[in-house]
């Protein structure tokens, strides 16, 4: 792998020289140096140490559901060069979810068990969709990397310790927190994806007033998901602007089918 991500630095690190003639360092923050190949490669290897890390639910009553809704939302995503997966791991006291680079999807179960409807378990599939379709994690690993190791790698020069640095990016991935402008985009294309699959946007609405609740009556219980997101009830102002600017309306909620897949999940 080293080999060919060499080639594709050296390569997209000429694409930036050229770049940054016309525009500001500032205004490349979302760019990746990493192809789709690579990226997929990168979250194979981060799948599989979340999953030798975790438990799976395979009920396909539970995980199956969730498949099922993650790929009906993700057909809506435009980037369709990668195979978007979802999985649900069994943790009753995690309240969260993530993103792997490559188009894995994770879902704790004590999130599916607090969540009410099955728009409401879109508008969660649907952002973290987003963050994939929009290469969030990659752009984040480019400018962790740092656009001067790349430009010195590109022409040649000596880089000592590139390939190292390669490896604890490779590491940092299931933890990378990615910025507010990042979370805003995933919530407003996560949005329009759960719309166009047909659930109804207040499902949104909905996921972050759940967070909002527990941010104030129990932070404990997601306390990782604090950590790395927006405050939710500032969200839910942007959410609910986006539905009213856009006339977002219509679409299914779910409640009873949602509950219905769920009712095995240990609270």
Not at 6 to 28: D, E, H, K, T, Y
Not at 196 to 212: E, H, K, N, R, W
Request: charged content about 20%; glycine content about 8%.
């Amino acid at each position: 792998m080293q080999g060919l991500v060499r080639q594709s630095f050296m390569l997209a690190a000429l694409a930036v020289v050229g770049a940054a003639g016309c525009q500001s360092m500032q205004s490349l923050r979302n760019v990746s140096i990493f192809s789709t190949a690579q990226e997929v490669e990168l979250g194979q290897q981060v799948s599989a140490q979340v999953e030798a890390q975790n438990k799976l639910i395979t009920d396909p009553a539970v995980a199956g559901y969730v498949a099922r809704i993650g790929e009906r939302v993700a057909a809506k995503a435009p980037r369709q060069d990668v195979q978007y997966t979802f999985k649900v791991i069994d943790n009753p006291k995690e309240v969260n979810a993530f993103a792997v680079p490559g188009g894995n999807v994770y879902v704790y179960s004590g999130l599916l068990t607090r969540m009410k409807s099955e728009a409401e378990l879109a508008a969660v599939l649907g952002h973290e969709t987003a963050h994939i379709a929009d290469s969030h994690s990659m752009a984040a690993l480019t400018r962790q990397a740092g656009f001067d190791l790349i430009l010195r790698v590109a022409l040649g020069q000596n880089a000592p310790g590139w390939e190292s640095t390669l490896g604890n990016l490779v590491g940092n991935v299931a933890f990378l927190q990615f910025s507010k402008e990042d979370e805003k985009q995933a919530d407003r294309d996560g949005l329009n994806y759960m719309v166009q699959a047909g659930y109804d946007p207040q499902g949104m609405v909905g996921l972050l007033t759940m967070f909002t609740t527990l941010s104030e009556t129990d932070p404990s219980a997601i306390q990782i998901f604090l950590s790395s997101h927006p405050a939710p009830k500032e969200r839910i102002g942007i959410v609910k602007d986006l539905i009213l600017k856009e006339n977002l309306a219509g679409g299914v909620d779910n409640p009873n089918e949602y509950q219905a897949a769920i009712k095995g999940l240990a609270k």
